[in-house]
């Protein structure tokens, strides 16, 4: 009987969209609120394209470095080429430009996933330890931020919440990886696998043990960090040429805030989200609301539209179109399925 049910994909449900789009709308009402057009015009005309041109820079360099990561947590399960990771990550980059619901964490896997000969289950459990491991440079941060800048009350309580989140995720996964080093090694064979263990939760658990104890785990983490590190100071640079003379450490918490806002997927390219947050992180450092949507909004072009562009070529250089990149879209729910089975 499940085998009937097994190749019907239903349409996907139109909610999430729809949320995310109203989501969106919602947050460019806030933000354009009592914004005066001609005050943030005239701060656009004496911006400094110099350090534009450095913030575009690292922000683009913090994705190559993401690709780089990408390729060390891959390394337990075969020799990965360095340039089909970045290209990978520029793809899905430009995929969530121009979707709703950010699919392009989907797409880069898939890409790799055909050109590396890699299942797809394995691709898409690097892409959850990425997450993971972002959260936990986000949370020390934040919490080194915290003692550091006078954040405001619900800032803190932030901190506090995603500390605990991340400390029981960290907690439960290295329990899980120490419980598979005590029952199968730390290079099980995969007959041993198979016997001990059956399902897809097991499986996903041995990829796990399988990336957490590789040596080239630690260089992943060490890129974990550079990479926000790069986004940093690209969005430090962009303050600077909007004449937003904040220090580095405002440009960490502002980073933080937007990072965290639109960690849940919304409207394409983040619209909306980004500005909220962006807005909501120099309220921070008492910059006045117009400034603070005039740069939102400043930023975001700078920094987005040189990563849609790079993402179009990836895009190009692996092998597809715009329209076989929709139907790769429209149908990854499908193929993450089956590839788990």
């Known amino acids: 009987m499940s085998i ?20 969106a ?11 005066h057009i001609v005050k943030a015009l005239h701060e656009i005309a004496g911006v400094n394209w110099r350090w534009v041109a450095v913030g575009v820079a690292f922000d683009v360099l913090s994705y190559a470095v993401q690709g780089a990561r990408w390729k060390l947590l891959l390394s337990p ?13 520029y793809a899905g980059l430009f995929a969530n430009a121009i979707f709703p619901l950010r699919p392009g964490e989907f797409l880069r896997s898939y890409l790799l996933s055909n050109s590396e000969q890699i299942t797809l289950g394995r691709v898409l459990g690097s892409v959850g330890v990425e997450r993971l491991v972002d959260l936990v440079i986000a949370t020390a941060s934040l919490a080194v931020v915290s003692l550091l800048v006078d954040l405001h009350g619900r800032f803190v309580r932030i901190a506090y919440t995603l500390a605990i989140v991340t400390l029981v995720l960290l907690s439960i996964i290295v329990l899980l990886i120490l419980y598979l080093e005590m029952k199968l090694g730390s290079n099980p064979a995969p007959e041993v696998v198979s016997r001990r263990f059956s399902g897809r939760f097991m499986g996903a658990l ?11 785990f630690y260089s992943a983490v060490l890129a974990s960090a550079l990479m926000p590190a790069c986004q940093v100071l690209g969005l430090w640079a962009m303050m600077q040429s909007y004449g937003l003379h904040l220090s580095l450490m405002a ?5 933080l805030v937007i990072n965290l806002g639109v960690s849940l997927p919304n409207a394409p390219a983040n619209v909306g989200s980004y500005q909220f947050f962006c807005v909501v992180g120099l309220s921070v450092f008492q910059v006045e609301k117009t400034t603070a949507t005039g740069f939102s909004f400043f930023a975001f072009l700078a920094l987005t539209l040189p ?3 790079l993402g179009f070529v990836a895009l190009l250089r692996s092998g597809m179109s715009l329209h076989s990149m929709r139907e790769q879209v429209a149908g990854i729910p499908g193929k993450v ?3 788990s089975a």
């Open 206 to 216: 041995v990829a796990l043990h399988a990336m957490g104890t590789a040596p080239s």
């Open 337 to 339: 399925s089956s590839s």
């Open 25 to 35: 709308l919602v947050c460019l009402v806030w933000v354009l609120h009592d914004f």
């Open 77 to 89: 399960f075969g020799k990965v080429r360095l340039t089909h990771t970045i290209r990978a990550v």
């Open 251 to 255: 440009a960490v918490v502002v980073l």
């Open 307 to 309: 990563i849609v562009l």
């Open 4 to 23: 009937l049910f097994q190749d019907i994909n239903p349409p996907p449900s139109r909610i999430p969209r729809l949320v995310g789009y109203g989501l």
